[in-house]
């Protein structure tokens, strides 16, 4: 079987552009509900399966490398791993999940952002059993401490390229100082580091937010990358790649339509030009988002002043997107009946914050106790952002596939909350 066998889509490799909330098999996601208690994420891997075959049919002679942030549980990593892409690590631990999931060191590469020391150290201790893999460098400073450690081995620069992209300001990083060299000083210090060091690459990644709508952000920074590896080219001689990150759009609204990737990926083609390396992109969110879905129980329904206010046991910390990005997500009630009135919902988890809010002013069917809810698009730093404030446990998650359907991350238990108290 290929690697990249899509599995049952109906397009070819790698199934339909987007899968829709409304296209999940509700009654199976209200028993996965009572099987395993609420709130609970459930991934579908062969979703993943998809995603990964999409992209890899679109940049055929890319390398692409999964951003693994976007969802770093075990059974999605090896997913990933056998439908032939890479992985991108932002931190040691995300390099530690890569090497659990059996991804070989050279198709692992570190991107250090103000690396903590304890990073570096479990990073080149790694790399010395597997020198195959490379690390991003976004500061002179990273240079000279991973010098220090004895590494002279596979270095790519990261670039800031000055222009960015993003659903929203806060995943903007391609002109966000913190990120990256000033794109205009990289071909000297590439020049120098050149000398002492493998160097493999060029990169940048413009944030989030590639849509069909506008690649001209995108092209831009393709065009900047291209004129960079030609100039680095001509000093120091051919890169083995230039990676250009990736924010490649979803759509969380259930009217928008899916990314064009073919176009995306003519664009990108045209704007590199001429390089004498390999095209790399850095897709996260696309592999996973819509193989992703939260669950979660009804528990108050409640008419306040100017909304019907749904109260459910998933909140900001189970999925942190809408109060921190103001992100849309899909909401659909798996157990309304057919003929049930439609309100305007807010529907509001446990957490004492004003911002804990799911969505605002939605339409849904009016919810009653003990009904159960999905979220869409909850496969993209759903989990990964959780987190245990208010001394709330992260939720569950199960993956399926095929028919098989197993726990892949328990549910936290008050008893681990407080495991590390001394
Ligand atoms: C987060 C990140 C990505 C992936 O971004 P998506 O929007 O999830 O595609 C790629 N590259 C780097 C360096 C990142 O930090």
């Known amino acids: 079987m290929s690697a990249v066998d899509g ?21 199976e996601l209200v028993a996965l509900a009572e099987e395993y208690g609420t709130p609970l994420y459930v991934v579908d891997l062969d979703r993943v399966e998809e995603n990964c075959g999409r992209l890899r049919s679109a940049f055929p002679d890319a390398d692409v490398r999964y951003a693994a942030k976007a969802h770093t549980g075990r059974p999605v990593l090896r997913t990933v791993r056998e439908a032939g892409l890479d992985a991108e690590c932002a931190s040691a631990g995300e390099v530690e999940r890569a090497f659990g999931a059996g991804f070989p060191g050279d198709r692992i590469q570190y991107t250090a952002v103000n690396p903590p020391g304890e990073d570096l150290d479990l ?21 000279e401490r991973l010098r220090e450690r004895g590494f002279d081995g596979r270095l790519c620069v990261r670039a800031n390229p000055g222009v960015g992209a993003g659903h929203h300001e806060k995943v903007s990083t391609g002109a966000n100082a913190k990120f990256g060299i000033p794109i205009e000083r990289v071909p000297d210090l590439a020049e120098s580091w050149a000398a002492e060091f493998d160097l493999v690459g060029v990169h940048a990644h413009a944030g989030s937010g590639i849509s069909g709508e506008d690649l001209s952000a995108h092209r831009e920074l393709v065009r900047r990358m291209g004129e960079l590896a030609r100039d680095v080219d001509s000093r120091v001689g051919a890169l083995e790649f230039v990676d250009v990150g990736g924010g490649f759009g979803v759509p969380y609204r259930s009217d928008e339509p899916p990314l064009d990737l073919e176009a995306v990926a003519d664009a990108t083609r045209e704007a590199l030009g001429s390089v004498d390396a390999t095209l790399a992109v850095e897709p996260g969110r696309y ?56 309100i305007e919902a807010t529907v509001a988890g446990p957490i004492c914050e004003s911002a804990d809010v799911l969505c605002e002013h939605r339409p849904i069917p009016r919810p009653e106790r003990g009904d159960i809810l999905a979220v869409g698009n909850a496969g993209a730093y759903g989990y990964e952002m959780s987190s245990t404030y208010n001394s709330r446990p992260r939720p569950a998650e199960v993956a399926r596939s095929g028919t098989t359907i197993r726990l ?7 008893t681990d909350l407080t495991a590390l108290e001394q």
């Open 7 to 27: 599995g049952s889509g109906d397009d070819g490799d790698g199934g339909p552009a987007v899968r829709r909330l409304d296209e999940w098999d509700g009654a």
């Open 123 to 143: 990073v080149v201790d790694r790399w010395r059993e597997h020198p195959g893999l490379t690390v991003t460098v976004g500061a002179e400073a990273t240079v």
């Open 287 to 342: 592999v996973v988002a819509d193989a992703g879905v939260l669950l979660t129980r009804v528990n108050t329904v409640k008419e306040a002043r100017d909304a019907t206010v749904v109260g459910v046991d998933a909140g900001m910390t189970t999925l942190a997107r809408p109060a921190m990005y103001d992100a849309y997500h899909d909401v659909r009630s798996l157990t309304a009946p057919d003929d049930a009135e439609t």
């Open 408 to 414: 892949a991350r328990r549910r936290e238990t008050l």
